[in-house]
């Protein structure tokens, strides 16, 4: 089984900031890890994924995640805040063992504050 | 439009109604996925096409959900005998590619289903 925790269902950072989103996992072997983002009236958009490789991963809009395997963990960061960051954000996880769709957190509100 | 198209945005039943909603995927996506989304809970997958075959169902509810992609686009989900607690978001989404999602998937904005 799979399965995904998003800790924290509202994440508050003043705009300038750096922003962290927690996200850890549990899946059966290797994970295939991704972060989505879903702007009010929107559908939701891919951020970033880790498959294999450096630990470190950059995607768009200046965030980047970084794989931690012993902590199976998976944290969404952002060096410098902006107020359109606002939206909420998925975690999701996929395992290698053949599965075709992806896990996905509940979700965390993310509002940057001017 | 060059993203997914869900349609209807919205659509209001009654229990106990038929119902479809369409999905028209990026063109030359192979791979057709239907998720859906209850109040403030993440996307749940229900269904994976890739091409005119369902590669996995797994995670319909029951016997009274069923999708179809009879030429390998357009894709439609169907709820027979609507129950309340069907009201969701329901999200389809399109990828290119086999054998898992290991690229990203491009969702729809949604299709808002609310059971009276």
């Known amino acids: 089984a799979q399965s995904v925790a998003q800790p924290e269902d509202q994440v508050n950072v003043a705009e300038g900031n750096p922003l962290t989103v927690k996200c850890t996992y549990s899946?059966?072997?290797?994970?295939?890890l991704f972060w989505y983002v879903q702007y009010p009236n929107r559908g939701l958009q891919f951020l970033l994924k880790y498959i294999t490789g450096d630990n470190l991963v950059k995607g768009s809009y200046g965030f980047e995640a970084e794989f931690n395997k012993s902590q199976t963990s998976f944290h969404l960061k952002k060096p410098s805040a902006l107020v359109s960051d606002s939206a909420l954000y998925f975690c999701a996880v996929s395992s290698r063992a053949g599965a075709n769709n992806l896990f996905f957190g509940t979700g965390t509100r993310l509002t940057v504050i001017p | 439009g060059a993203g997914v198209s869900q349609t209807p945005s919205n659509k209001v039943t009654e229990k106990g109604k038929y119902v479809e909603l369409r999905c028209d995927p990026i063109?030359?996506?192979?791979?057709l996925y239907w998720y859906r989304q209850s109040l403030g809970q993440g996307p749940e997958f229900l269904i994976y096409?890739?091409?005119?075959?369902?590669?996995?169902d797994s995670g319909l509810p029951n016997d009274r959900f069923f999708a179809v992609r009879p030429e390998g686009s357009v894709s439609t989900l169907k709820i027979q005998r609507t129950e309340r607690g069907d009201s969701a978001v329901y999200l389809c989404?399109?990828?290119?590619?086999?054998?898992?999602?290991?690229?990203?998937?491009?969702f729809g904005e949604g299709s808002r289903l609310t059971v009276l």
């Open positions: 096409f890739q091409g005119t075959g369902a590669a996995d």
């Open positions: 063109s030359g996506h192979t791979a």
């Open positions: 989404a399109s990828s290119l590619g086999i054998g898992g999602p290991t690229g990203e998937l491009f």
């Open positions: 899946v059966s072997g290797n994970p295939y």
